[in-house]
């Protein structure tokens, strides 16, 4: 009974302040209009270039997310994830106990959105500590986002704070479910470890992303990498073998491919969906694990379809 009001009270709490909040984005034409100003302003930075002018479009909005209600305590955790994915991941890292609220405002206000325009556009302009502190608050409301935690690296890495960006990557690593997202993260681990002076380790963090892409720019880098960082090693001397350098790697954090718990999470919210009748969404999560596969998996999913359509038409 205790928890059961302490849980009404928390929601009515929530719902004042959401009203309350909302009342301040009327200047916007509420959320709405934060959305849309939200697209003026990465018109102008993707088409004009303007970075300045699309960073002072959106002050205001900062200014108005800085002062909000949403502070987290012992009753509830407030969030912002538009993503269902994420919102998935979010739910199986850090979810708290349940009888602690988790409380997504984003319908109210996409925090993460207004904070992730800023931090990019902050970077754009090389104002490192504003662009970091803008994505830092990205990452804040939404820590189950792996792009945040990229664009965090890419800040570090712009900075020569090397730590940091083994730190960022690994962490995106957690969360990461595009095969984009997870072939920049090795590129990340791939520049730290050439810091580090840990070549071979280098080389198999650029290596690694051959499982992902068969793009020919990503693919050039890829032998480049080899002919470069390679030779720094005497291989006929060396004792390292491909156990021992992965070993090495799952020091860091780091192992070559989408983390196994982003596969169980995308399986299990399929079957839920699937489970109770909810087409669209179990659709939407095939889709991510189709995702999780590697460029030879898929083509391997691929000539599997391929050869059920052909069985398919000589039965007809």
């Known amino acids: 009974m205790f928890f059961a009001d302490r849980t009404n009270t928390t929601e009515a709490l929530f719902r004042v302040r959401a009203a309350i909040f909302g009342k301040k984005l009327q200047v916007f034409e509420g959320r709405d209009g934060v959305m849309s100003l939200l697209q003026e302003s990465l018109d102008v930075q993707t088409g004009e270039k303007d970075y300045q002018t699309a960073l002072d479009m959106i002050r205001p909005l900062t200014k108005v997310a800085e002062d909000h209600p949403f502070v987290s305590d012992d009753s509830v955790e407030y969030i912002s994830i538009s993503s269902r994915m994420e919102r998935a991941l979010y739910h199986h890292y850090f979810e708290t106990p349940s009888n602690r609220l988790v409380k997504n405002v984003h319908s109210c206000c996409p925090m993460e959105f207004i904070w992730r325009q800023a931090g990019l556009l902050e970077l754009y302009l090389e104002n490192y500590p504003d662009a970091e502190k803008g ?26 704070q090397w730590e940091k960006v083994a730190e960022d990557a690994v962490t995106a690593l957690k969360v990461a479910y595009r095969a984009s997202d997870l072939i920049i993260c090795f590129r990340f681990l791939r520049n730290y470890f050439l810091y580090k002076k840990m070549y071979l380790e280098a080389v198999y963090c650029s290596f690694a992303r051959l499982n992902y892409t068969d793009s020919s720019s990503v693919l050039n880098e890829i032998v480049d990498d080899i002919l470069g960082y390679a030779k720094m090693v005497d291989v006929e001397n060396d004792q390292s073998n491909d156990e021992s350098v992965t070993d090495s790697l799952k020091r860091f954090g780091v192992t070559l491919g989408f983390n196994p718990d982003v596969v169980a999470v995308a399986k299990e919210n399929c079957e839920k969906a699937f489970l109770a009748g909810d087409a669209d969404l179990a659709n939407y999560f095939a889709e991510i694990m189709s995702g999780l596969k590697t460029v030879q998996e898929k083509k391997e999913a691929f000539n599997l379809k391929q050869l059920v359509e052909h069985y398919k038409n000589i039965k007809s």
């Not at 990452?139 to 935690?149: D, E, F, G």
Request: aromatic share 8%; proline share 4%; hydrophobic share 40%.
């Open 135 to 160: 994505m830092s608050n990205a990452a804040k409301w939404n820590p189950a986002s792996a792009k945040y935690r990229l664009m965090l690296a890419r800040i570090h890495s712009d900075q020569g």
